[in-house]
């Protein structure tokens, strides 16, 4: 901690102790260990929602000129992507930029072998529910039986459906980046909305 920085509990002239909140010392540590690109990054990474540069300049206790100028470096990066609030340009986490972050947990833990076992069985899965069904997709499981409550069996079944086609998803990206790490290309899938997919076209 810096000289400038008053600790959290420090002496005034009566002799008594002026205590800070501790949430602000954790702040100005943050702010002091930290550069203004890494707060601005960080806070990036957990923008899900479009958010103008103000606002991700107030939370990562920058300028807003300063994080406009990080975010434009982080949208060349791919980690940010961009739209249009009337006249105000809001940023938020791409979903490329997600889905490498979970791609690269995957690995972290799974065998590429272990992620394509868990595909196989994922596929299989979604095929019996729909045969069993006799729909392609949640979304038409939805709209055959009316389903508008996620706390009854069917709305449980159907959340079901859509995280595991979205796992499904991701975990396909994942075998797609682990191959392209190893070969230098980038695999390829031609995809279905339930995530069927050809992993073996090269492009």
Known sequence: MSEEMA??????PDGGTEHRDVNDVVEEEWIEETTPFERVYEIIRTTYNPASAGEIADRARVSATTARKHLRTLES????TTSQDGQTTCYRRSET?????????LLAELSPEEI????ADMKAQIQEWREEYGVDSPEEFARERDVDDVDNDYGAFLTEWQTTRRNLALAQATLAIAEASNTG???????????????????
Do not use: C, K, W
């Open 185 to 203: 290309h980038l695999t390829g899938t031609d995809t279905d909305e339930e995530g069927d997919s050809d992993p073996s076209i090269v492009v």
């Open 116 to 119: 394509a076992s868990g595909i």
């Open 77 to 80: 990066a791919g980690e940010v």
């Open 97 to 105: 930029a997600i889905v490498t972050e979970h791609a690269q947990s």
């Open 7 to 12: 600790p959290a509990g420090r002496m005034i």
